[in-house]
């Protein structure tokens, strides 16, 4: 699978959008973006996933840049309970993840 | 639909005995994936079952073992605990037949501890 670097830590104010970037320079074509997030000790919830084209549902919107070797997950209007820790995953063929370190977001009131 | 359910929630075990996890996928969903999490090593895959067998395996020793049954439920089981074993153990369930585009639902977590 190919390697996501993701910012360690990022605040956002409640209210405001959050833009959470992730890198995948070394992504190959078949391979998809998927974003989780963490809150503390619980488990992995599944945000959104996409290929090539950009995506949007009920939660986020992702971005994925021309030559795909970028992403951003956007929350549009951040709560406070979207605090948490967000991973960024590229995923080939094979059914397994593997998470990053992924990025802790903090919103403040 | 009910989302996947993992038991216990919570156990501790002394070094040495071993323990067995259970893991209940969502209905329809064939692959359960297990993954252990700690502090240092972060979320780390361990293994997939998908019909009964084991489809993938991470880089865990043999210590750590699992198995499906005709229902899709999976158990995952750790021998001989080490202090190190500490972790939350999260299971993960999909339908297992489209690859990279599937979508993996996770469940709670059991949060063990080796005393």
């Known amino acids: 699978d190919a390697k996501t670097t993701q910012p360690t830590s990022m605040d956002c104010a409640e209210g405001r959008a959050a833009n959470l970037p992730c890198n995948h320079s070394?992504?190959?074509?078949?391979?998809?973006v998927y974003w989780y997030r963490q809150i503390h000790s619980q488990g992995p919830q599944y945000i959104i996933h996409g290929l090539k084209n950009n995506e949007t549902n009920e939660m986020a919107s992702l971005i994925i840049t021309e030559d795909r070797k970028s992403s951003t997950l956007i929350l549009p209007h951040a709560t406070l309970r979207d605090t948490a820790v967000y991973y960024c995953i590229v995923r080939n063929t094979g059914n397994q993840f593997y998470f990053g370190t992924g990025t802790s977001l903090t919103v403040i009131p | 639909k009910a989302g996947v359910t993992q038991t216990p929630r919570y156990l501790i075990k002394t070094r040495g005995q071993q323990v067995t996890l259970s893991c209940s996928p969502i209905?329809?969903?064939?692959?359960v994936s297990w993954y252990q999490q700690t502090p240092g090593q972060g979320l780390q895959f361990l293994f997939e079952y998908f019909s009964e067998t084991q489809r993938n395996k991470g880089n865990f020793p043999g210590r750590f073992s699992g198995r499906q049954f005709s229902n899709s439920r999976s158990e995952m089981n750790v021998s001989t605990l080490e202090l190190g074993d500490s972790a939350l153990y999260l299971c993960a369930s999909s339908y297992g037949t489209s690859g990279s585009q599937e979508t993996q639902y996770f469940g709670p977590g059991t949060r063990l501890l080796v005393l």
């Open positions: 070394t992504i190959s074509g078949n391979e998809y």
């Open positions: 209905s329809g969903h064939r692959s």
